[in-house]
């Protein structure tokens, strides 16, 4: 493939390596969204189901108005969406148990309307992350803060491929597949070059692919 020449202050190869496995990981994930608000009819019936696969993301967007002008007579919606079991997921009720994963609370955000994302993972090194395992269901439900309106329920629930099962396995196999084809000495040998040409511009790096 080619080897990294390190000048001084050069950056290391093998941080030119991880990065370039993060863009890989990076392009293979899929991102599901998700618009949390009562307007979204399939929450407020509670059949909306959507499958991941580990390293996907879920991508919640809280309710967001443009301007105060904007909205209807009333308060806007101020939700906190929690992960719950299966028995508290026929209805949104707090319970011990119930794993508080973040609070839309900003609803004139000057930015846009704020967004959460749940990296779908195995392990996690974060404190406040959550880990997911292949095979199972995971729900989310909500419930109105004191600051804002009475809400009907939401919920969501959200399944983690692949249960050991042939179905399971075909699945597996094809995402390996589009795995593999980024790692094709064509696509790898691309991006790498991408990475030393941007990293000798930043960082007065010589990075020789052919040596």
């Known amino acids: 493939m080619g080897s990294l020449v390190g000048t001084p202050g050069a ?4 941080k030119a390596t991880i990065f370039l496995f993060n863009i890989i990981a990076a392009a293979v994930a899929k991102r599901h969204v998700v618009y949390w608000n009562s307007t979204n009819t399939r929450l407020t019936a509670g059949d909306l189901s959507i499958q991941v696969n580990l390293n996907d993301y879920l991508d919640i967007y809280c309710p967001h108005y443009p301007n105060k002008g904007t909205l209807d ?9 929690y992960l719950v079991g299966e028995a508290t997921f026929q209805g949104c009720v707090e319970t011990r148990g119930a794993i508080k994963r973040w609070e839309c609370n900003t609803p004139y955000a000057p930015f846009g309307p704020v ?17 997911f395992l292949p095979g199972r269901h995971y729900y989310y439900s909500s419930l109105p803060t004191d600051e804002g309106p009475p809400l009907p329920c939401m919920k969501l629930r959200v399944t983690v491929c692949c249960e050991p099962t042939s179905e399971g396995s075909k699945q597996i196999q094809s995402r390996l597949q589009h795995f593999n084809l980024f790692f094709s000495t064509e696509y790898v040998y691309s991006i790498y070059s991408c990475i030393c040409h941007i990293v000798s511009l930043k960082f007065m790096f010589k990075c020789d692919l052919f040596a």
């Open 11 to 14: 950056l290391p190869a093998w």
């Open 73 to 81: 007579p009333g308060q806007p919606e101020s939700l906190a969406l």
């Open 115 to 131: 967004r959460f994302s749940e990296k779908i993972q195995r392990f996690t090194p974060f404190s406040l992350g959550f880990e």
